[in-house]
């Protein structure tokens, strides 16, 4: 049964949520699922912008043929390529065969890469500022590029004043009937959500997103639609902000995170002590994390949100301990800058990981190794304590 949602008069939310999905990309846990956008806009002519994952094709397709309700589909418009918004992409041309696919040359290429070459003829090729008259609504075009992949543009409709902004500004977790973010508490329910989608999927390109918010930043906005999570209809500022700190590579909060790897529980032990030496210095939500234990993903978007950073392993087949390598590896691969850190390192007969921990980290820019590693020689000594109460201090009064 079809389950569309009236956005506006003329704007339908038809998409749909998978709640069995447990990981998104094949790499990031989502416990509480995925929803996945899909609009359709009626002006004399018709327009679905993006369409949706295999997962929710019946879904989709009910929801896009009721919404119609016997109309014609006279555009496809295609803001991202992802199979997880395009893959319905061939069906709804079959079903609607007059249709336009609406992309940039980018786009269209990836088309014929996914699909083969003729479901891209007759297709409308768009370039920034171009424009579509649907009869009620006219819609213009913005490049994003690699606001996640490299052919990502965004459609505003300029008589609506709203922005449907394909990968940004959404977030993970399946919609529970409120489809609007005012209808949530937005930082009890999606705030960490909405973090960890930015941080893992588009967070390596932050001066990509940066041009995409000034190029926004033109437009007068009353809403936005993005492809996953809720939509935006008030405080849009708020998502705004934090899109600009977390693109500009800003610490979020002036906090501690603390990620430990631990075989036995000594280097446990090492950053248990940190964090009450912190504690007793006053400062405030420390987090810590057991990397065997908590997704990476988690991990990257707390690295994203802290001021400082404690990374405590131990050496492993003269390496650094697989969870935190692998922890450690993501991180960098997302392009983290400006944060302060510190490493504390464990080995028995000949410790590593507090020489190779900094390395993985050498090539992001404005890391701030703030002490020498505080080496744990199986077990806590009094002096390692000792050591662990001055890394305390540093950190401390860096903040």
Not at 164 to 181: E, Y
Not at 281 to 292: A, E, K
Not at 382 to 387: F, K, L, Y
Request: hydrophobic letters at 45%; charged letters at 20%; one cysteine or more.
């Amino acid at each position: 049964m079809h389950c569309e949602r009236k956005i506006t008069d003329d704007l339908y939310w038809i998409g749909a949520s998978d709640r069995r999905l447990s990981l998104f990309e094949g790499v990031y846990h989502v416990p509480d699922g995925v929803s996945y956008n899909a609009y359709l806009l009626l002006g004399e002519k018709t327009a679905l912008l993006d369409t949706a994952d295999k997962a929710v094709a019946g879904q989709f397709l009910e929801n896009l043929e009721a919404a119609l309700s016997g109309r014609a589909l006279d555009y496809i418009i295609v803001n991202h390529m992802e199979p997880d918004h395009a893959a319905m992409l061939a069906e709804v041309k079959r079903r609607w065969p007059g249709a336009v696919i609406v992309g940039n040359a980018k786009t269209l290429a990836m088309i014929g890469r996914f699909f083969g070459d003729t479901l891209a003829e007759g297709a409308l090729s768009v370039k920034e500022g171009d424009e579509i008259d649907l009869g009620g609504h006219v819609l213009t075009f913005v490049m994003a590029p690699m606001v996640h992949w490299p052919e990502v543009m965004v459609t505003y409709d300029k008589t609506a004043r709203t922005l449907f902004s394909a990968d940004a500004f959404g977030t993970f977790g399946a919609l529970s009937g409120n489809l609007f973010m005012d209808e949530t508490d937005f930082s009890r329910r999606y705030l960490d959500e909405a973090r960890r989608y930015y941080a893992n999927i588009v967070g390596k390109y932050g001066p990509s997103v940066t041009t995409l918010l000034k190029k926004a930043s033109a437009l007068p906005i009353d809403m936005i639609c993005p492809l996953h999570g809720p939509i935006w209809r008030q405080n849009i500022g708020t998502i705004v902000d934090k899109y600009a700190k977390w693109a500009a590579y800003e610490p979020e909060d002036r906090a501690v995170m603390i990620a430990c790897a631990s075989i036995y529980g000594n280097t446990q032990n090492a950053a248990d002590i940190l964090a009450a030496r912190l504690a007793e210095r006053g400062v405030r939500d420390i987090v810590m994390y057991d990397v065997s234990v908590k997704h990476p993903s988690v991990i990257v978007a707390e690295a994203f949100r802290c001021s400082h950073l404690v990374f405590a392993a131990p050496t492993y087949n003269a390496g650094v301990f697989v969870t935190m390598e692998t922890v450690l590896n993501d991180i960098a691969a997302h392009g983290l800058q400006n944060r302060d850190v510190a490493f504390i390192e464990n080995g028995s007969w000949a410790p590593m990981s507090g020489k190779l921990m900094p390395a993985m980290m050498e090539k992001l820019k404005n890391i701030r190794v703030i002490a020498p590693p505080v080496t744990v020689a199986s077990a806590v000594t009094e002096d390692c304590a000792e050591t662990l109460d001055k890394l305390a201090e540093t950190i401390a009064a860096s903040l």
